[in-house]
């Protein structure tokens, strides 16, 4: 079965950058989406950005574009979340997903697109 672990979040300074691991066993994702969305206290989950792993190609939502940036390491079956100039705002658990490949942003933005989640880490910015 799919299992994703995510790591890296901790409490930072505004300002400042993190970066996210999810790693990824159970299959071979290359015919698969990998998201990150993250979800603040009272509020909805919200789509952060997505992966395409078999090429790289990448969206993102509007708040975290041109501050964050996602990767992956086909070697470790890892994927990245680089998440620079940090806001308050930004703070929230950050969970990974993974959904069959989907060919829109708008597939790729809807969390009941993917079928497997981490448990989530926490990412708190302080202001």
């Known amino acids: 079965q799919v299992q994703l672990v995510e790591s890296g979040g901790e409490l930072v300074q505004a300002g400042g950058s993190l970066r996210l691991s999810c790693a990824a066993s159970?299959?071979?994702?290359?015919?698969?989406?990998m998201g990150w969305f993250r979800q603040a206290p009272g509020k909805e989950r919200e789509f952060v950005g997505a992966?395409?792993?078999?090429?790289?190609?990448?969206y993102y939502a509007t708040s975290v574009q041109g501050r964050f940036t996602m990767s992956r390491d086909n070697a470790k079956n890892t994927v990245y979340l680089q998440m620079n100039s940090l806001k308050p705002e930004d703070t929230a658990i950050y969970y990974c997903?993974?959904?069959?490949?989907?060919?829109?942003?708008?597939?790729?933005?809807?969390?009941?697109?993917?079928?497997?989640w981490g448990q989530g880490t926490q990412v708190t910015v302080s202001s």
């Open positions: 997903a993974a959904g069959i490949l989907c060919s829109s942003y708008g597939c790729a933005a809807n969390s009941r697109h993917y079928s497997s």
């Open positions: 159970g299959r071979s994702f290359v015919s698969y989406h």
């Open positions: 992966i395409k792993w078999s090429s790289g190609s990448t």
